[in-house]
């Protein structure tokens, strides 16, 4: 029985001491890569990763320098958001994180985001286009791929 013990209270500590490693890492690495400021709206944030220098020189000379990265990148109801920016920066920090990442390629679920809010911003042109075809039958990126990031794709 007291060998039960001392197994379980071995068990129990080796737990604590990995689970506070785990968390003391995550907890640098978070602050160290500035992670808090993705909870923001500020298109500036998104140079915090150095690949993104290119794309946000163009966006800033572009027609949509008006809208912000969220505007496009992102679902408009506070939690889509919030997953999809949690799940973007799971992805992006893996990639810089375990490859030798220097362009990002966007997701299928983010090109969705991108479209779904084209037709948000641009609803009354968008309107009177699929009246013609069905939504499915087109995407605003495939005409317009470089109009956020002019001379960058995708």
């Given at each position: ?78 939690i889509g958001k919030y997953i999809a920016k949690a799940d973007n920066g799971f992805r992006h920090s893996y990639a810089f994180t375990f490859k030798n990442v ?53």
């Open positions: 029985m007291m060998n039960q013990i001392r197994n379980f209270n071995l068990w129990l500590l080796l737990s604590i001491i990995a689970i506070g490693v785990l968390t003391g890492v995550g907890a640098y690495t978070f602050i160290y890569a500035r992670g808090y400021s993705y909870i923001f709206n500020d298109p500036e944030i998104c140079v915090n990763c150095h690949i993104m220098r290119e794309n946000y020189d163009s966006w800033i000379v572009s027609p949509h320098r008006s809208a912000t990265c969220n505007d496009c990148h992102v679902p408009h109801h506070l220097q362009v990002l390629t966007i997701t299928e679920r983010n090109l969705r985001y991108i479209q779904q809010n084209c037709i948000r911003c641009h609803q009354n042109i968008a309107h009177s286009m699929f009246q013609e075809s069905p939504v499915s039958l087109k995407s605003c990126t495939r005409c317009h791929r470089d109009v956020g990031h002019s001379g960058h794709s995708l």
